[in-house]
């Protein structure tokens, strides 16, 4: 062969195999050995002249076209290796599976099923806190965003939390839910719109503010300026089951019968743990005289505002619904804040515009379930829930009766002070400065119950009301403003920051975290 015919391309012959005429070329090997390869890197098999070897099995069980490592790999006579998967000719060896077991748990080796094993030394597999934001974005948060985070370390966390559920009817995305402990939680992603914030009444809201814009100027001193007070009490045979003169039941049952609401959002008993209270729509006076009597811990009533899960018992559209809602002054401060505004509240958007009526219970602290019912009375005084008929605060005792009306426990309501909500001590609205109707049991005797009328929407309803009722003029209004300034004083002595009726209604979380002592950027901290 000439110089000439070395340089030129060679052409395959006609009965060459396809795949090779094109894109075939030599590959030199060890000791000079040459095979086969196309572009993509597939052996081909050794040329005329090289031995193939063959893959072994190893004997794992799985077979050599299992691919999971346990045996030998094929050795060629190159001195390299093909893959156990395939044959000499680089052709997939048929694949077996193994049946997955049934009815069979993890085997973690003895741990936790979320319990991470074989960790490589050194390698640290915890997810990293929202404090890595600022090392993979440059993006500068905007002014006055305020995250669910920011909330939970100022307010739940800090153990400040009352219960009232205003952050969860104000969450437009539903990111907000309740957890396990009763208290708010995030169950989806925040959008940092600031709304939780804004409308806590132990976070973001002046709740002094809201008297004046609700109530006018005069609910900032003294026990306010209402319309017309009474001591009143219901001669009606279920009232024995009631609260004091069972006055609250009485108005939603008028209301309810004049069809002037759907239905009512009061407490019921749990039906998991006696005593417990939980939220419960009435929409029957049959229902309302049933769930009679009061309960000392919160239910988180506007948390429940979602009326999709009482739909069942509504028989008008959600969105035309109206209902009246029975709650603490904070709750009532809560859903007045709420109302004032026309965002969207997604899911509690219907039930937060039902509201046409409000309730509110005279109240200067309130308890947490475990603590009051399990510590202090089961555990410390060996007083079952199951023995308790009627639980009551009056005359700055705790008092709890039997199921005979007979009284078991007397005792200053002060020595239950490590049961109370510690958040209510900043409350400086004993008598629900915000509500259409005040009720409780201060200023009026035995077995009535002393009435507030402070706007146009309570007089309709006491005047419904008031036919089917034995009522004189409240008897002692100081009373009321004695414990109102009282509460007033220790809710002056409790906050850090100033109380001022006058300040714009909702308080920047940076202006709170300064007068707190609380983390400014928790998320940034990795709280």
Known sequence: MTERERDEPQVAPADAAPELVEQSRPVEGPDDERRLVTDGGRDTGPLPGVPATDSADDGCGCGDSCGCGGHDEAVRSDGGATASNVDEHGKL???????????????????RPDERVNVPEGVELDTPGYGIRAEMSD?????????????????????RCIQCGTCVAACPSDSIGIGDDDLPKLVKMCTGCSLCWDMCPRGGLRYERQWKITGGEDNVKGAGDPITEFS???????????????????????????????????????????????????TTPEECIENAGSFYNQTLALGNLDLSQWAHKLDVPLSEASLALVGTPCEIEGIRALQDFEWDY???????????????????????????????????RDIQPEDIGKLD?????????????????????????????????????????????????????????????????GLRAWELTEPDLDYHDLEDRSAIGGLQSWDKKKAFESLQRPFDPDAPRFIDYEDHAEQYGTELHPHEADH
């Open 93 to 111: 060896k048929p694949v077996e599976f193994t049946e997955p077991a049934a009815g069979v748990s993890q085997d973690v080796e003895g741990g």
């Open 232 to 282: 009143a009490k219901v001669e009606d045979d279920w009232r024995e089951n009631a609260q004091d003169g069972g006055l609250v039941t009485s108005v939603l049952c008028h209301l309810l019968e004049a069809g002037e609401i759907d239905g009512a959002l009061i407490a019921t008993e749990s039906d998991e743990e006696t005593w417990k209270a939980e939220s419960f729509l009435a």
């Open 393 to 457: 605060v009056l005359d700055g005792e705790m008092r709890v009766y039997d199921h005979d009306g007979d009284p078991i426990l007397v005792e200053d309501v002060e020595a239950f002070h490590d049961a109370a909500l510690k958040g209510c001590d900043e409350c400086a609205d004993f008598t629900g400065y915000c509500a259409d109707l005040t009720v409780g049991s201060v200023g009026s005797s035995d077995e009535y119950s002393s009435v507030i009328v402070r706007t146009e929407q």
């Open 346 to 380: 997604a899911a509690q958007e219907d039930g937060v515009r039902a509201i046409d009526y409000t309730i509110a219970l005279m109240c200067t602290k309130n308890f947490n379930y475990y603590s009051l019912i399990g510590e202090q009375l089961a555990e410390k």
């Open 139 to 159: 993006i500068e948060e905007p002014d006055g965003k305020t995250w669910f985070m920011e909330l939970d370390e100022a307010v739940i966390q800090d153990d």
